[in-house]
């Protein structure tokens, strides 16, 4: 039961216009959501997160949105840049309480969306 | 700062043969996690460690051990290789909990044939 779901495969997007990347996740006890970004042949790397209390986080043109009620998150990257093309994966982790304080917030990943910018 | 290095970068093994798979961090992380990543699946934890001595099972751990016997190693096993476990292969670190950025290495392309 895939409990976070990146439902587009790939997006397409023009260079300096907006891409927006979604994940939406089934757990409720969820508590806090990461973004990485993977180039061909290389590891993920850590984008940005945000914490279940907030429902924005911004890093230069990157800014993670959280809709609780929804279950959805969303990625926005502003400008694109052809250097954004990559793969993206969100994230979830669940409380450090959980499971008797031994969660050590592990995190469940989506399947990733393949980001193509196009100069 | 090496970072987070996996060793080797490409493996192609016959169904029943074992291995391991290195891995090694230089940054004096208490975390260390195994993930496979397969098309259409994401990255899935396999094992991961908390710290020198213990370890614990992630979400696909059948057919693979570990031992974190040191701060800095984190090898994974492949007791009988079997063509499922074709995958490539990530190791991560992070300062704590898994929640906290995770570093990982370029990965290991598996193939079991």
């Known amino acids: 039961d895939q409990q976070v779901k990146q439902n587009s495969p790939s997006l397409s997007v023009q260079e300096g216009r907006i891409s927006i990347l979604n994940c939406d996740y089934t757990?409720?006890?969820?508590?806090?959501f990461l973004w990485y970004k993977k180039y061909p042949a290389e590891g993920p790397t850590f984008l940005i997160s945000?914490?279940?209390?907030?429902d924005k986080n911004e890093d230069g043109r990157f800014t993670v949105f959280l809709n609780k009620s929804a279950k959805h998150l969303s990625l926005h990257i502003v400008p694109s840049q052809p250097g954004d093309s990559a793969v993206y994966f969100c994230a979830a982790s669940f409380p450090l309480w959980e499971a008797g304080g031994t969660s050590y917030g592990k995190l469940t990943f989506g399947q990733g969306t393949i980001l193509t910018v196009h100069p | 700062n090496a970072g987070v290095t996996q060793t080797p970068k490409f493996q192609v093994l016959k169904t029943g043969q074992s291995m391991t798979l290195q891995c090694a961090q230089d940054?004096?992380?208490?975390?260390m996690s195994w993930y496979r990543q397969d098309p259409g699946m994401g990255l899935r934890l396999i094992h991961y460690?908390?710290?020198?001595?213990?370890?614990d099972q992630g979400e696909v751990p059948n057919g693979y051990n570990v031992s974190r016997s040191t701060t800095e190693d984190f090898p994974l096993r492949l007791l009988s290789a079997a063509p499922s476990q074709t995958s490539v292969y990530f190791c991560?670190?992070?300062?704590?909990?898994?929640?906290?950025?995770?570093?990982f290495g370029p990965g290991t392309r598996l193939t079991v044939l």
């Open positions: 460690s908390v710290g020198a001595g213990i370890t």
């Open positions: 940054m004096n992380h208490e975390y």
């Open positions: 991560a670190s992070s300062r704590g909990l898994a929640r906290n950025e995770q570093f």
């Open positions: 757990n409720s006890m969820f508590d806090y």
């Open positions: 945000i914490s279940s209390i907030k």
